[in-house]
T-cell receptor
Framework: ETGVTQSPTHLIKTRGQQVTLRCSSQSGHNTVSWYQQALGQGPQFIFQYYREEENGRGNFPPRFSGLQFPNYSSELNVNALELDDSALYLC??????????????FGPGTRLTVL | GEDVEQSLFLSVREGDSSVINCTYTDSSSTYLYWYKQEPGAGLQLLTYIFSNMDMKQDQRLTVLLNKKDKHLSLRIADTQTGDSAIYFCAESGPRGGYNKLIFGAGTRLAVHP
């Protein structure tokens, strides 16, 4: 069973550009969540996808968007990059069975630097 | 509002116990978690506790929950150098959604000989 993988590992962009980050969920998982972790801070929830539909969103502007594919892999897209978007972006997958608790398994993250 | 606070740094000697503390503000928090993050790695769930419990023990880890004071602690017995990492307290509940984890800023644990 493979764990959660993310690509790329590191990325450097300039202000105003667009970026796409990718996540492969753990086998059998149908839910993916994305978090932004700024340097020295805890992760902040961006949004979650369940069976290809957005299922909750944190306090992030619309230029942060996502997709989940039929194989439950996912993308995070950020448009019009700003310097403050520099962070570690974490993806977490889980198997939602309808109960309240579903353990989330985190990937190693993508480190995005915006210059 | 949603807020989870932790002390930023803890230094302990190898073999001693470590206690990492956390406070939270959401009284509806249902699950409280401890995650570990090592350099270059994602988050690893160490343990979690349901809000109707006041203690949970798992090998070297003991979690204490004081729901009245909204205080959570993680005790690591016989701390080893491999325990050096950043430890995050997190909560989830019906207000934010059970799958939306609210994290603290993390406590950096340094273990020295």
């Amino acid at each position: 069973e493979t764990g959660v993988t993310q690509s790329p590992t590191h990325l450097i962009k300039t202000r105003g550009q667009q970026v796409t980050l990718r996540c492969s969920s753990q086998s059998g998982h149908n839910t993916v969540s994305w978090y932004q972790q700024a340097l020295g801070q805890g992760p902040q929830f961006i949004f979650q996808y369940y069976r290809e539909e957005e299922n909750g969103r944190g306090n992030f502007p619309p230029r942060f968007s996502g997709l989940q594919f039929p194989n439950y892999s996912s993308e995070l897209n950020v448009n019009a990059l700003e310097l403050d978007d520099s962070a570690l972006y974490l993806c977490a997958s889980s198997l939602s069975r309808g109960g309240a608790y579903n353990e989330q398994f985190f990937g190693p993250g993508t480190r995005l630097t915006v210059l | 509002g949603e807020d989870v606070e932790q002390s930023l740094f803890l230094s302990v000697r190898e073999g001693d116990s470590s206690v990492i503390n956390c406070t939270y503000t959401d009284s509806s928090s249902t699950y409280l978690y401890w995650y570990k993050q090592e350099p270059g790695a994602g988050l690893q769930l160490l343990t979690y506790i349901f809000s109707n419990m006041d203690m949970k023990q798992d090998q070297r880890l003991t979690v204490l929950l004081n729901k009245k004071d909204k205080h959570l602690s993680l005790r690591i017995a016989d701390t080893q150098t491999g325990d050096s990492a950043i430890y995050f307290c997190a909560e989830s509940g019906p207000r934010g959604g059970y799958n939306k984890l609210i994290f603290g800023a993390g406590t950096r644990l340094a273990v020295h000989p």
